[in-house]
């Protein structure tokens, strides 16, 4: 996302929805940091946002369905414009699925005093509107990531499916959905953080001098995405904890042999290149606690799950969104020192989080520590993003 396609979107209320990037990754951040005070006001008061099913799966369903598709539509709504030489997505579209967005969190907000219909219209809209908006560059272009259309897809029938689980009272169907949402995930950061950790890591090392040289292989990328293709198909087909192990183990694997090739170690200087390392290195961190877990009931691994979310997913955004909202509004690719302090922070919230189990008594006090570190993170990142994505671009440039 570092090329800059030539940005001519249509009318522009305000520069705020002047380019695609712009309200979906303002809106990634501050739902990021408001749904976790949400979150730790309905653990304290123990309040059910969704009467039919377990409060923590209000949550989970608001990180993925809230923060994580807000960034992956800001994420496509920039990228397809590189991608495909099209126009960039702006103006009066832009405010529209930007309320698509906005209208499903709110509903899920008041899910307990809503019709379920009305929960289901006001959710369901986004993502069909988001495919709608890039499907057209991409098809025209016969650009190869015009699959992604179908990663969208399955993430509206996984939403559409959790819906149905509230209808049914369903918790199991709920937990298996939200997992295999989870993975299609897993899947997008395995491809894009797989084309960008190391061509962003060879960028920056050139650019200090450094000869880059960073090994990978084709087919290393290749078994690495079948893997955790293979991964989303048992966790969402097969009752089978030895196929889940193996599938999880292997993935691993393949995902440090590929993380090793891209030599991290070199960019330590650069906090914009090295998050992006750590951001991939959980990866085969939570895929090994998984097989860890469901070979052994450790109780250092149970948290598995979110050693990939708050570890792999959320700190991949973070890198991703830090990065490019530099890059598309015309400056420098050089984080602050809040920024450099927001990505401890928010790495230091995914370790209390991932190994909260393994405290023992102190689980709860984990808990609430990466809690709060979370929201630290995230208010960090608002005061350094919130003002450079709704001011023009510092070059003068539209976009």
């Known amino acids: 996302m570092d090329a800059q396609a030539t940005p001519q979107p249509s009318a522009r209320p305000s520069a705020l929805f002047a380019y695609g990037f712009r309200p979906f990754f303002l809106g990634a951040f501050a739902y990021a940091l408001l749904a976790m005070l949400a979150w730790m006001a309905i653990r304290t008061l123990g309040a059910l ?51 698509l967005w906005l209208c499903g969190r709110a509903a899920f907000a008041l899910a307990d005093y809503l019709p379920l219909w009305v929960v289901a219209t006001a959710e369901l809209a986004f993502l069909p509107a988001l495919a ?18 179908i990663v969208i897809g399955v993430l509206w029938f996984a939403d559409a499916t959790f819906l149905s689980s509230m209808a049914l009272s369903d918790v199991a169907l709920a937990r298996k959905t939200l ?11 395995t491809v894009v953080g797989g084309r960008i950790v190391p061509a962003f890591t060879a960028n920056a090392l050139r650019k200090v001098g450094i000869s880059a040289e960073l090994r990978g292989s084709r087919w290393l ?52 290149v090295w998050i992006l390392h750590v951001a991939y290195l959980w990866l085969p961190v939570g895929l090994g606690l998984k097989a860890v877990f469901l070979s052994t009931e450790a109780a250092w691994a149970a948290d598995w799950l979110h050693a990939l979310t708050v570890g792999a997913v959320a700190t991949m955004i973070v890198a991703v969104i830090t990065r490019a909202s530099l890059g598309h509004t015309g400056r420098p690719l050089v984080v602050s020192n809040r920024v450099a302090l927001a990505y401890g922070v928010l790495g230091a919230a995914a370790l209390a989080r991932a190994f909260s189990t393994a405290l023992g008594s102190y689980r709860e006090w984990a808990i609430w520590t990466a809690g709060a570190l979370w929201i630290l993170a995230f208010a960090l990142l608002l005061l350094s993003y919130g003002p450079l994505l709704v001011r023009p671009r510092a070059d003068g440039r539209a976009g």
Do not use: C, Y
């Open 49 to 99: 946002p969704i009467p039919t099913l377990p409060p923590q799966l209000w949550h989970a369903h608001e990180m993925l369905f809230g923060f994580i598709a807000a960034a992956i539509a800001g994420f496509l709504l920039t990228a397809v414009p590189s991608w495909t030489g099209a126009k960039g997505f702006g103006g009066w579209p832009l405010v529209l699925l930007s309320s």
């Open 132 to 149: 709608l908006l890039i499907a057209f560059p991409l098809l025209r272009a016969m650009n190869r990531n015009t699959p992604l259309l």
């Open 179 to 189: 997992l295999v949402a989870i993975d299609v995930a897993l899947l997008l950061i």
């Open 221 to 272: 990328d290749r078994a690495t995405i079948a893997a955790m293709i293979l991964v989303a198909g048992i966790d969402a087909f097969v009752r089978s904890d030895t196929a889940a192990i193996w599938a999880a183990a292997v993935a691993a694997t393949l995902h440090a042999l590929r993380l090793a090739g891209w030599q991290g170690f070199r960019s330590l200087r650069e906090p914009i």
